[in-house]
C-alpha cells in the first residue's frame, strides 16, 4: 500500500478571486450554503439540485479548479450515505418492489427511494462545496477566519495540531507498513501469510502506532509548557476585508435568498 502525501492536502494552489477572498468570508457562505441546502425538504422536487449544483460549477470555474479532481474527491459522501439506504424500505408509500430475505420481507417506496435520493445528493453537494473552500483556502488562513469568526480558541488549537501531526503519524504508517513487507517477504515476491497472520500484524501495528503517538503528543506538550504556550496558536497573518469580499458576500447572500424564494412561490409550503 503507497501513501501519497499530497493526497492529503486539500489545498489547490490557484491564481483566482476566489483564492483571494478572505477566508472568513468564505467560511460564512460554504456554512450558509451548506444550511440552505440542508433545510430544504426531502421530498421536494428534485429540479432543485441543478440549481445548487449550478452553484457549485461556478464557483469550481470561478477558482480555476480541475473538475475532475474535485468531482472525484467528493465520491467520498457516498459510502456514508448509504447509512441512509434503509429509508428505501421503512417510508410508507407506493410499493416499487419487494425483496425476501428468509423471514424477512422488505418492501420499497417510491417516497422511500425519492427521500434517500435527496440524502445522497445534498451529502454530495455539501462535500463538494466544503471542498472548494479547502481547495481555495490555506489550512492556517481557515484556522484564522475560525478563530476571527469566534470559534473557540482550544477547539482552533486542537485543529491545527490534528492537521499538523496527521502527516507525521501518515509517514509513521508508512515506515511501518515499509517495515512490515521487509520481515514478511519470501523468495516468490509474495509477502505477508494467512488472513489471520495479517489480521493480528494490523492489529499490533495499530496499537504501536497508538502507543507511540501517545507518548509523541507527551513530549510535545511538555516541550511547549516549557515555552510559554497558553492553549492558544497565534499568528502574525491579519485578515482585512476588501470591496471584493463584501461584494462577493453580499451577492451569494442574494442568490441563496433568490433560491429560497423560487422555491417559495413555486412550492409553496416548502419553507
Keep these: 500500500m503507497t501513501i501519497n502525501m499530497f493526497e492529503l492536502e486539500p489545498y489547490i494552489s490557484r491564481s483566482s478571486p476566489v483564492h483571494r477572498l478572505d477566508a472568513r468570508v468564505k467560511l460564512a457562505v460554504v456554512v450558509l450554503y451548506i444550511v440552505v441546502l440542508t433545510s430544504l425538504p426531502l421530498d421536494v422536487h428534485f429540479s432543485w439540485p441543478l440549481a445548487f449544483w449550478g452553484l457549485i460549477l461556478l464557483a469550481i470555474w470561478a477558482a480555476r479548479l480541475p473538475l475532475g479532481a474535485m468531482l472525484s474527491r467528493s465520491t467520498v459522501a457516498l459510502p456514508f450515505a448509504l447509512a441512509a439506504l434503509a429509508l428505501v ?16 420481507h422488505l418492501t420499497a417506496t417510491a417516497e422511500g427511494l425519492v427521500r434517500f435520493l435527496s440524502i445522497l445528493l445534498k451529502s454530495w453537494l455539501g462535500l463538494q462545496a466544503a471542498l472548494i473552500l479547502s481547495a481555495t483556502t490555506p489550512f ?6 475560525l478563530r476571527s469568526l ?8 486542537m485543529l491545527g495540531f490534528m492537521y499538523r501531526y ?7 504508517v508508512r515506515r511501518m507498513m515499509a517495515a512490515r513487507d521487509a520481515r514478511s517477504a519470501r523468495p516468490d515476491r509474495q509477502a505477508g501469510g494467512t488472513l489471520a497472520w495479517r489480521a493480528k500484524v494490523t492489529g499490533q501495528m495499530a496499537g504501536t502506532l497508538f502507543l507511540r503517538s501517545y507518548e509523541r503528543s507527551e513530549r ?3 516541550a511547549m509548557r516549557a515555552r510559554g504556550f497558553d492553549g492558544e496558536i497565534r ?16 451577492t451569494s447572500l442574494l442568490i441563496l435568498a433568490v433560491v429560497v424564494l423560487s ?8 419553507f
Design 220 to 222: 510535545i506538550y511538555l
Design 150 to 157: 469566534g470559534l473557540p480558541p482550544l477547539l482552533v488549537s
Design 235 to 250: 499568528s502574525a497573518q491579519q485578515l482585512r476585508l476588501q470591496g471584493q469580499d463584501a461584494l462577493v458576500a453580499g
Design 263 to 270: 422555491y417559495s412561490v413555486l412550492s409553496p409550503g416548502v
Design 140 to 145: 492556517t488562513q481557515l484556522l484564522c477566519g
Design 89 to 104: 424500505f421503512t417510508t410508507p408509500g407506493q410499493p416499487l418492489f419487494s425483496v425476501a430475505w428468509g423471514s424477512l
Design 166 to 172: 496527521l502527516f507525521v503519524l501518515v509517514d509513521e
